[in-house]
């Protein structure tokens, strides 16, 4: 009977520590993300169909104001949305820099980027592990005719680093 229950006692041990071991392999979402914006087919190895590039840091709490205010001063709504995500976009003659907040239902992050007053740009992807993968979307007053949604992807680059998230920077890897 007492080496049943030891026996018992080591399994319980080794499939706890091994839930544990899986667990902890799970970084979280909060970290620094390289992203594809695509129409059509969109892979980090073939880029041909690459529309701009960016970067984003999502952060697990809210921003503090400060840093929020030296990227992008015209954020204002701090009590309904505080924004708990910073990014940089690079076109082809230009970058531009954000913050936005972000949600996570289950593996679906869900997050906007380039809102004015009259449009935004929403992303939703589905968090597999490091990378992400779906869809991003404009929304307007005046929509653009027969706008397909773009295939969005992404890689984790590593920890939340604030400084990816000024227009030029750079993220440390």
């Known amino acids: 009977m007492a080496l049943r229950l030891r026996v018992a ?3 319980l041990a080794v499939t706890a520590g091994a839930a544990q071991s899986a667990a902890s392999k799970d970084r979280g979402i909060a970290g620094t993300y390289e992203l594809l914006i695509c129409k059509g087919p969109c892979a980090f190895s073939e880029r041909g169909n690459v529309l701009r590039t ?3 840091v999502l952060f ?3 921003m503090k104001r400060k840093d929020v205010d030296r990227i992008d001063s015209a954020y204002h709504d701090f009590k309904n949305d ?4 910073c990014y940089t976009l690079t076109y082809p003659n230009r970058q531009t820099s954000g913050v936005t907040s972000w949600t996570l239902e289950g593996k679906t992050l869900s997050f906007t980027l380039m809102r004015s007053k ?3 740009y929403s992303v939703r ?3 597999k592990g490091d990378l992400l993968s779906g869809v991003g979307n404009f929304w307007s007053a005046a929509p653009p005719p027969g706008f397909i949604p773009d295939t969005i992807v992404g890689r984790r680059l590593g920890p939340a680093d604030i400084a990816a998230c000024k227009a030029g920077g750079t ?3």
């Open 171 to 173: 993220p440390k890897e």
């Open 82 to 85: 505080p924004p708990k995500a």
């Open 9 to 11: 006692m080591l399994v």
């Open 118 to 120: 009259d449009s935004l």
């Open 125 to 127: 992807v589905e968090r």
């Open 54 to 56: 960016g970067v984003i």
């Open 60 to 62: 697990d709490r809210a």
